[in-house]
């Protein structure tokens, strides 16, 4: 598979940025032997294989790389996301169409069966929310029926202090762990997220294997900090916004029927809304 140049019409994740980079298929290497119990030595047996123009919100977040017989679907969330399945679904499916159109060795039209590389769907979690060390999330589960297709995606936490093992056995991502958390941290007691990131940049041990590639490529590491603290923002007033209208309409539902019950009048139903009459039979459709 041909590996292809950055697209610089969106940004990396830091975490892409760390083990999606050509440049360090090393600490690639290294994440795919502590997720495996293997222990791979040649970096250069990683084919990165990622789509450029797939992202999430406004960033890239994915990591796709083919090492010996397993393709590999790696992503990082802030954001807990049970649909993450239905993504790895798609994205799959532009891998695999990918693979298929430049192997040699896949016929689509044979009578022999053909073998493709076994995916692993991975989802490393850092958001703030409280989650468990390890979760697997099904594509059954988006269906209301049984489903003939079926996608597993394991989410690992790995804010620092969960799955200690993990994180030991792969010291970039102990490191990039650590990091997230200090600038976190760093948040609530400095005035600017700017700040927050020169200080964990300062504070990150010398003999860090990720501090001299962060700090040589310290304003865009700044810049994807910025970008997935306001995504991390975002998504959390459209969650409010979200269950705020939720509330809104599960009270109105409540409101419509007592009032078609005979229990309250429109009148009492509008005041309860803190809405007038008129403005409460816009709203739900009743009359007096």
């Not at 969330?77 to 993504?87: A, G, I």
């Not at 979760?135 to 079926?150: H, N, P, R």
């Not at 200080?199 to 700044?222: G, M, Q, T, Y």
Request: some cysteine; hydrophobic content about 40%.
């Amino acid at each position: 598979m041909i590996e292809k140049g950055v697209n610089s019409e969106y940004r990396d994740r830091l975490f892409k940025f760390i083990f999606g980079n050509p440049q360090n298929k090393e600490w690639t290497l290294s994440l795919y032997n502590a997720m495996n119990g293997s222990h791979y030595t040649d970096a250069s047996a990683i084919r990165l294989n990622t789509i450029e123009n797939v992202v999430y919100m406004s960033m890239k977040n994915d990591v796709s790389f083919l090492i010996e017989n397993t393709m590999n679907f790696y992503e990082q969330q802030s954001t807990f996301n049970p649909n993450m399945p239905m993504r790895f679904l798609i994205y799959a499916g532009m891998i695999y169409s990918k693979y298929i159109e430049e192997s040699r060795h896949y016929h689509r039209y044979s009578s022999a069966q053909q073998k493709a590389p076994t995916p692993k769907c991975v989802c490393f979690y850092n958001g703030i929310a409280n989650k468990e060390d390890k979760l697997i999330l099904s594509l059954s589960d988006s269906f209301d029926g049984e489903s003939d297709i079926e996608v597993k995606v394991t989410m690992i936490n790995i804010n620092f202090g969960h799955n200690k093992a993990l994180l030991d056995a792969c010291k970039p991502l102990k490191e990039y762990a650590w990091f997230v958390e200090k600038v976190r941290s760093n948040q609530q007691t400095m005035e600017t997220l700017e700040e927050a990131v020169d200080a964990a940049l300062e504070e990150l041990p010398d003999d860090s294997l990720i501090k001299p590639f962060l700090v040589a490529n310290k304003a865009e590491v700044k810049r994807m900090c910025i970008t997935e603290y306001d995504e991390a923002k975002t998504f959390a007033e459209q969650r409010e916004e979200g269950r705020e209208e939720g509330i809104e309409i599960g009270g109105l539902r409540m409101l419509i029927g007592l009032v078609k019950k005979g229990i309250l009048t429109l009148a009492q139903a509008a005041e309860e809304a803190h809405m007038t009459v008129a403005e409460f039979e816009a709203k739900t459709g009743l009359k007096a």
